[in-house]
Each structure stands twice: as structure tokens, then as C-alpha cells.
């Protein structure tokens, strides 16, 4: 997504980022589909094998539609960029290596410190506190070297520009991204696991039935675009919109029945959380070159995107720990007598198996454990409303 700043001119980049967005939907709409159909067919794993094959000719379609001497394409004056000079001294030295390593270990504690929290240790061991206590330590250690090599260096590229931390608007955009990174990567990963556990249907009958979200996303984003682009709307307007619809979607996901039926309007609760979190995801993406020095469009665009997944695994860790704390121990105490532990959640084979009446009770307990992540996702679409409010300027932001 980033190259797309240097590929063609501003006033197109709304086009090019709906364009993206409409591919982006073909994926989301066939990935969970085709996900269900191979692991309830055969291994789980080759839905990670059957990538290799796939990512072939995404390769070569990418060789072969960059332009010569991208970025520098259309530039006579520019020298003949060559793949040797491409892994040559004098670009390597202009990367931060050190801010690389930093943010992925500062990154991986911190996920992995939430995601062990309350699933095998508790919080209060000293693995949980020593992994987040280090993310804490790697996270200011990775602000002071981004300061120092922002402030000294002429070569080296920051990851992450002190500049950012100056700028206020993009320190707004860093935390939309964030907070939507829950209510998007979550709503796809636990709505197929839900469609499978309480209401019984197969995976790939799950995911079919996100096809309500996952459409709706790249339609959102669609709008967004032309909206913001061709219209002009003010970006505010469209990511208070996306904030607003993201929180009524997933609270009306939280009010579901906690039953093995799937009420019909599920599907409309979908489309409006779905539709949200399209919105938001172009929109942080066609504002970012307009608020940014132009050396930092392509950084700056990187960040937004970086944001969005780390604030999934972060929400995932936080969903997960608040499923696990409710449903295990009654689950462990409704099936204890069928030789079932409360240290994991019980497969959707398991549960066919079991009698009706608790079959039944447990679906019912499974359901509440997931409303109550829905509520969490809610939160966290809400917390994008004080973060886009903030945003608010004399002269609205336009793109």
C-alpha cells in the first residue's frame, strides 16, 4: 500500500486506493471460504502451503508492473537504479536495522505477554510480568533511538520518525489504526469460530456466513474513497461515521442470543460493523500523504498499516484472556464429569457428541464468552471517536 504514493500523482490516489480496496474485497470474500472448504477437507496446514504456489505469480506480476527505476521512474535526470545497487552499501546503510529489531521484539512481548496471560500462566507470574515489563523497556528504548537517529543521522531512515511525535495529527491517525485493528482482525478470526462452536455449522459454512462482514469492508472502503477524494468530504466526517457505525455493529453483535440458532439478523449486524471498519482502513490510508513531510509519505503510510495489525494482537490477547476466564471453569464444571478439563475450549466435534441438554448449556456458555468480546470490540470502536474528535481542526482536513 505504501508504494502507491510513488507510483502516480496525489489527485489520483483516492482512485488508486479504491481500486486496491475492490481487490482487497475478492480476497476477503474467497480467503475465509476457500480457508473452510481445505481444513474442513483435509489439514489445516495447507492452508498455509497453498500460499507458496499463489504468491508465483503475485511475484511476477509485481516484476513486471513496477515501473523501471521505481521510485525514481519518469525522472531522466536519475541515474539507472540496478538490483546491485539496490542491495549496494549505500542503501543499506540507510536502514534502521536497530529500530527494525527493536519494534519487532517490543511488539512480540507485548502480544505474547497478553496472549499467555490467563491461557497458561496467570497474570500474576513472573512470565507475564517480565515479557510485558521488557515490551515496556523495548517500546522507550525504540522512542529514544528513533529520537537520536531522527535528530543525527543523515543516512539512516528512521522506521518511525521522531517527526511523527510531533505532528498531532498523525499521532491521531497512529491511534485510530490501533484501535481499529481489534474490531477488524477479531471480527474476521472469532465470527467463523463462533458460526462453528455454538451455532454447530462446518468451516466452511463459517465462512460463508462472514460473508457479511467481509464484503461489506471493501464497499466501505469504496465509498470512503470516493467520497473523500472526488467529493471532498472532510476525512473527519468519514472516520466519525466509520467510528460510529463500527460501535453499533458490534454491540448489536453483542445483544445476539446466546443459542445454537442463527438469527437472521446477524447478517445485517455484519454489514454495518463491516461497512465501518472499511471506511476507516482507506480513509487513515488517503489522508496520511496530506499530513506528512513528503520524505515520510511512504513511512508514514507503513505505520498506519503497521499499527492496525499489532492493535489486533493486542485485542486478540485481551478477547481471548476474557473468553478463556469465563467459560472455562464452567465448562470444566458442566462437562467435569465426562472427563473434560477446563484448560481448553472444547472442539465443535466434541460438543455433537455430547447430549442434547448439555450440548445445549455449553453452546450457551460459549455464546456469552463470545458477546462478551463483542462488547470488548465495541470498546475499542469507541475509543476511535475521542481519537478522531481530536482531529478536529478551523480548516477540515481534505484529500
Not at 191 to 203: D, E, R, Y
Given at each position: 500500500m505504501p508504494m502507491i504514493t510513488e507510483l502516480g500523482p496525489p489527485e489520483k490516489l483516492a482512485k488508486y486506493t479504491a481500486n486496491i480496496s475492490s481487490i482487497y474485497g475478492v480476497s476477503l470474500l474467497c480467503g475465509p471460504i476457500l480457508g473452510g472448504a481445505i481444513s474442513g477437507n483435509t489439514s489445516s496446514r495447507w492452508v498455509f502451503l497453498i500460499n507458496v504456489p499463489?504468491?508465483?505469480?503475485?511475484?511476477?506480476?509485481?516484476?513486471?508492473?513496477?515501473p523501471k527505476n521505481f521510485p525514481y521512474h519518469g525522472q531522466r535526470n536519475r541515474p539507472q537504479l540496478t538490483f546491485k545497487k539496490l542491495i549496494g552499501k549505500e542503501n543499506r546503510s540507510r536502514l534502521d536495522i536497530i529500530g527494525a529489531v527493536l519494534l519487532l521484539l517490543a511488539t512480540l512481548s507485548l502480544t505474547a505477554g497478553f496472549e499467555e496471560a490467563e491461557s497458561r500462566f496467570p497474570w500474576k507470574s513472573a512470565y507475564v510480568i517480565t515479557l510485558l515489563t521488557m515490551s515496556g523497556c523495548l517500546w522507550i528504548a525504540l522512542l529514544a533511538w528513533e529520537r537520536r537517529v531522527t535528530a543525527q543521522s543523515k543516512t539512516v531512515e528512521p522506521i518511525l520518525p521522531w517527526r511523527f511525535m510531533k505532528n498531532r495529527v498523525v499521532i491521531r491517525l497512529l491511534l485510530n489504526s490501533l484501535f481499529l485493528g481489534g474490531p477488524w482482525f477479531i471480527g474476521i478470526f472469532q465470527?467463523?469460530?463462533?458460526?462453528?462452536?455454538?451455532?454447530?455449522?462446518?468451516?466452511l459454512s463459517a465462512g460463508i456466513r462472514l460473508i457479511p462482514f467481509t464484503i461489506s469492508a471493501p464497499i466501505g472502503s469504496v465509498v470512503a474513497s470516493t467520497l473523500c477524494g472526488n467529493l471532498k468530504v472532510p476525512v473527519i466526517f468519514a472516520l466519525l461515521n466509520s467510528a460510529c457505525?463500527?460501535?453499533?455493529?458490534?454491540?448489536?453483535?453483542?445483544?445476539?442470543?446466546?443459542?445454537?440458532?442463527?438469527?437472521?439478523?446477524?447478517?445485517?449486524?455484519?454489514?454495518?460493523?463491516?461497512?465501518?471498519?472499511?471506511?476507516?482502513?482507506?480513509?487513515?490510508?488517503l489522508i496520511v500523504p496530506f499530513v506528512v513531510e513528503f520524505r515520510d509519505k511512504a513511512v508514514g503510510m507503513g505505520a498506519v498499516s503497521q499499527l492496525r495489525p499489532m492493535g489486533g494482537a493486542i485485542v486478540l490477547a485481551i478477547t481471548t484472556s476474557v473468553f478463556n476466564n469465563y467459560t472455562r471453569p464452567r465448562l470444566g464444571e458442566l462437562l467435569g464429569p465426562l472427563g473434560y478439563g477446563s484448560s481448553n475450549v472444547p472442539t465443535g466435534e466434541l460438543l455433537t457428541h455430547l447430549p442434547t441438554d448439555l450440548r445445549e448449556e455449553a453452546r450457551g456458555i460459549l455464546a456469552?464468552?463470545?458477546?462478551?468480546?463483542?462488547?470488548?470490540?465495541?470498546?475499542?470502536?469507541?475509543?476511535?471517536?475521542?481519537?478522531?474528535?481530536?482531529?478536529?481542526?478551523?480548516?477540515?482536513?481534505?484529500?
Open positions: 499463489a504468491a508465483v505469480p503475485a511475484f511476477l506480476f509485481t516484476i513486471f508492473a513496477i465470527l467463523p469460530q463462533k458460526f462453528q462452536l455454538v451455532h454447530g455449522t462446518s468451516a457505525l463500527q460501535t453499533l455493529g458490534f454491540a448489536l453483535l453483542s445483544t445476539l442470543p446466546e443459542t445454537s440458532h442463527i438469527p437472521p439478523r446477524m447478517n445485517g449486524y455484519q454489514v454495518i460493523a463491516g461497512f465501518g471498519c472499511g471506511i476507516n482502513i482507506s480513509t487513515l490510508v456469552h464468552g463470545y458477546n462478551l468480546q463483542m462488547i470488548i470490540l465495541c470498546a475499542f470502536a469507541a475509543a476511535q471517536i475521542p481519537a478522531t474528535l481530536l482531529l478536529w481542526q478551523k480548516k477540515p482536513i481534505r484529500v
